[in-house]
C-alpha cells in the first residue's frame, strides 16, 4: 500500500507509543483477510500473517514483520467498535 493510502484513514488510531510499531492498516488488512479465511482469534491472526507473509508482502510493506497475537489483542481491546463498524462498511 502506498504510504498516503488508507483504508481507514479516518479511523483514529488510539494507541502511543512503542505501540504504533505496526501500521494500523497493515494490522487491520491481515485481521480481515484472516477473518475472511474463516480465522477468528487474535492468535488466528497471528498466525495467519506468519503463514501467508509471502502474500501479504505482495501489498503490505511489513517493515517490522508480522504483527503479534498480543498487537492484534491490544489493538482491537482499544478500537471504538462503533466507529470501526461505521467505517469497515464501506471497505
Known sequence: MEDDESFFEDLEDPRTG???LHSLDEVLVIALCTVICGGETC???ALFGRSKEGFLRQFLRL???IPSHDTFSRLFRLLDPARFQELARFV
Open 18 to 20: 512503542n505501540a504504533k
Open 43 to 45: 492468535a488466528d491472526m
Open 63 to 65: 517493515e517490522h514483520g
